[in-house]
């Protein structure tokens, strides 16, 4: 079964400096691989997703993420975290034949040091 | 465009007693989802609706827990008796269209906070 491991349940970071977070994903297959961000009492938002293509996938809000195969991760970058960046963010992964049915991490909470 | 509604925002019950949350999806929106999502976890996956019919409901509860989609446009969830372990942030998401071996965005309801006690 597909499964997404986040690397880090908290990370804190500084305003302007680098945002990594981390997703390893179990699958013999190339999957779909996604990153959603939750805001405090919302819902879960799209940030991007991998296919198929180029794998360095930019999102909104200036993050981007890159498919790795080799080293099966998706992590996610910002090159200058910004003090609205402090949400949940979660990696997901779907089959390419059941593509609907998407696969949560447990999330990273990400805090902004001013 | 208006985007996925859920009502109540909050539901605050006592175990054994049951209760319902409603989801509106975006308008013209084929599928719908429930999400389960409990403290510290990712969401999971209840039951996904391709109009009015179910597609998986692999890990719903049965015994417990019913939802229903009756005219392909809202849909409700029911929990009924609720347990302890049943409270948990209960999400609402809406995607386009289901085509074999495509990835639709889903978007995202506010969540229902159901509490137990």
């Known amino acids: 079964a597909q499964s997404v491991t986040q690397l880090g349940s908290h990370v804190s970071v500084s305003e302007g400096a680098l945002v990594l977070l981390r997703c390893n994903y179990s699958?013999?297959?190339?999957?779909?691989l996604f990153w959603y961000v939750q805001y405090p009492n919302q819902g879960l938002q799209l940030l991007l997703k991998?296919?198929?293509?180029?794998?360095l996938v930019k999102g909104i809000n200036g993050f981007e993420a890159e498919f790795k195969k080799s080293e099966t991760s998706f992590h996610l970058t910002k090159p200058s975290a910004h003090m609205s960046d402090a949400a949940e963010y979660f990696c997901?992964?779907?089959?390419?034949?059941?593509?609907?049915?998407?696969?949560f991490g447990s999330g990273t909470r990400l805090s902004i040091r001013p | 465009e208006a985007g996925v509604a859920q009502s109540p925002r909050y539901k605050i019950i006592e175990k054994r007693q049951s209760v319902a949350f409603w989801c509106n999806p975006i308008?013209?929106?084929?599928?719908l989802y429930w999400y389960q999502q409990i403290l510290g976890q990712g969401p999971k996956l209840l039951i996904q609706?391709?109009?009015?019919?179910?597609?998986?409901d692999s890990q719903l509860p049965k015994d417990r827990f019913s939802a229903e989609r009756l005219k392909g446009v809202d849909s409700t969830l029911k929990i009924q008796p609720a347990k302890l372990e049943d409270s948990a942030v209960y999400l609402c998401?809406?995607?386009?269209?289901?085509?074999?071996?495509?990835?639709?965005?889903?978007?995202f309801g506010p969540g229902t906070r159901l509490t137990v006690l």
């Open positions: 998401a809406s995607s386009l269209a289901l085509a074999s071996g495509r990835t639709d965005t889903q978007y």
């Open positions: 699958s013999s297959v190339p999957p779909y």
């Open positions: 991998y296919t198929t293509g180029a794998t």
């Open positions: 997901a992964v779907s089959d390419v034949g059941s593509a609907s049915k998407i696969i």
């Open positions: 308008s013209g929106h084929a599928t």
């Open positions: 609706f391709q109009n009015n019919g179910v597609v998986d």
